[in-house]
């Protein structure tokens, strides 16, 4: 059997059966048997580093997540096509009824610094990156051109404003923002320094981001 | 601040960063330094129930993680288009160079459950579940059409299939056969039971899912 | 003697005289006959929350201070005008022989404030501060351009750059290029959050900031 | 990180946030919040031993402070050129609307002690302290000439006669002068002596220092 999963894997759902599910067994039938009903949607990033259930101590049950690359929300596009994150949201929202929507982008990710590099060479023939970070593009100029910025801090930039543009996505669905208006559901921005998992969470007024703990 | 995000990923975040953190700084830190450098794809649902970093026990760096309803591979599909997931194994396969690519199903799934329940009314006039649904639709009909089988032992058996359509579409990614046929990539299905935590591993020549363990 | 000094500052001094003073009045008494000789020069903001003698808790002798509006150094012209940066400069490396100069930057600066909004109306009719912060012009209007970042970000952004603009103006100085090169004298940014007290070293090579501390 | 700041600053950093950060954290994150209002603003020395905060105890946000070689103000010269110290009472009187301007002068200036030694060879080939000093020129040679005091005693005599130098310039900025004529604004001398710690006032008719107080 070890053949037919990672032997890393393995271990580690042996590890999950040992020490975890013992006292969570409980919990996994009466979600089974009642079904899910997360408060909150969280959308976070592919990054082996970012795991929301980690970063949040999550129970089964507690979060619906959807993790793309640099934890987008493309624009409100009702055109027939399929939609990955636009159908998770519509499910979150509309059938599981979540009160809350978390972007949470992180430091260091790879899918912004590829929008920053836009010389880079395709990573495939289908530029499948290229063309998924182009979401990002008139930002990512803006941003990139500021070279008395040092390429960290443009990273950064653009990590926030890439937060704040999903945001702003998010509220290009009717349905959302009908449901913000009528204050049934709360949409929030945070970002994870993954060099000190220090989590910062964004003004909802202003924009801006701040550390949630003091030292 | 308790206001910027919800109550309960506060509490759980102090809840990690007085547990959880203090023993993996050091390893959050060198992945911040050294980048990741995951060895396994997974690609899992959104589901609340099915996070693979529990299920598999998983630190920082060991997964990367992408999260849509159903855990769908779309077909490729280079039309310049913006592709989530498509991007994403892109990413992976291409720049982080994994080694292994996991699809995990799960029992009780909300979007094979739609898949199966054509004639609902959409969750939004944008239908985005529908059309996101759609790439199961001739499974659908025909698992659907066997009433033979119960409502769950149609919904198991959809969600099987659909874990083997998305292992085909993975293998029409030009860059992902290439890599298979070199035997640098290796293509897993899973599936996860969550009324009880058990999981179940295909079998890469029949296809076939069988338990991992005894309980 | 009352009104002679600001009632504050009087009481301030009894303070000193009663609690500091008797613990330093050997110090104070050698460092008259001895003279100074400090090893670093700290160019700081004149705002009221940045004291460098209470952010490094120094003793009389160790460092010694320049304080303008922006901690700015402006850049080597030898003119014949009156520069009073530069003649202090020119003080601490060739007659006192510091060993390190540090720009000691910082988080809400009035004067960056200003230089990011250039239509306010001049604070006189000689419009110094306009015309002092006019030294970051470009450095400010290149920030200033990117409505993707907050206005919080953009002054962020621009304290930084500031100081960076800092550090290459010292270098434009002969005598410090030419003692830099032989490796007598040291150049450091720092930059200090004043909401927190936290303070963010520079990177000499990539010219990134961050914290000096792990919460 | 040691390498990044002087390890000298960093051990005082340290020791600032373990004994006086916290009783001064609150206060910290208001004037953050609310601005800098210092009701005075001090011109002091650069000097090393004559940090103003040290001296009048000063806590975060008490006083706004300029440092310049000699605690000099030069005259109101609106030339378009940019002017430190200048700039910095023109912010503090117009934007902080400060009610007290001090100058803080001191006993063994290294500034006074250059002005009074014309033919030493410039400290660089710009000879920015000998420009900058040759604001004193004409003082500077006046009690230069006097070869009936000791050179002590020129030099505390320059040390005083350059404050009311510095009070006579900061009443040729129009904007001071106003508003010294309407009492909204008061303008202060005084001198440290360095070996003792003894303050001194200067007496706002005649023009005399004594001491503040009897050690």
């Not at 996994?28 to 408060?39: I, M, N």
């Not at 596009?77 to 509309?94: K, M, R």
């Not at 590099?117 to 930002?139: H, K, N, Q, T, V």
């Not at 009908?178 to 000190?196: C, F, N, P, Q, R």
């Amino acid at each position: 059997m070890a053949k037919r999963l990672p032997d890393h894997l393995m271990a580690g759902y042996n590890s999950f059966i040992a020490k975890r599910l013992p006292g969570e067994r409980q919990l996994f039938r009466e979600l089974a048997d009642k079904g899910q009903h997360p408060k909150t949607m969280v959308i976070a990033c592919c990054d082996s580093r970012t795991a929301p259930e980690t970063l949040f101590d999550c129970a089964p049950g507690d979060i619906f997540v959807v993790r793309n690359v640099a934890n987008l929300v493309p624009p409100y596009e009702p055109d027939g096509e399929y939609h990955s994150t636009s159908a998770a949201l519509e499910f979150a929202v509309n059938s599981l009824k979540v009160e809350h929507i978390v972007i949470l982008g992180h430091g260091n990710c790879g899918g912004i610094h590829a929008a920053l590099s836009p010389s880079a060479e395709p990573l495939s023939s289908g530029d499948f990156i290229g063309r998924w970070m182009s979401l990002l593009d008139p930002a990512a100029k803006a941003v990139g051109a500021n070279e008395l910025m040092t390429g960290r801090e443009r990273q950064s930039a653009l990590e926030r404003i890439a937060i704040r543009y999903s945001l702003k996505n998010l509220r290009s669905f009717p349905f959302i923002a009908a449901l913000e208006a009528e204050g049934k559901i709360t949409l929030h921005g945070a970002w994870v320094d993954i060099s000190s998992g220090a989590l910062w969470a964004m003004d909802p007024e202003s924009g801006d981001f701040s550390m949630t703990t003091e030292e």
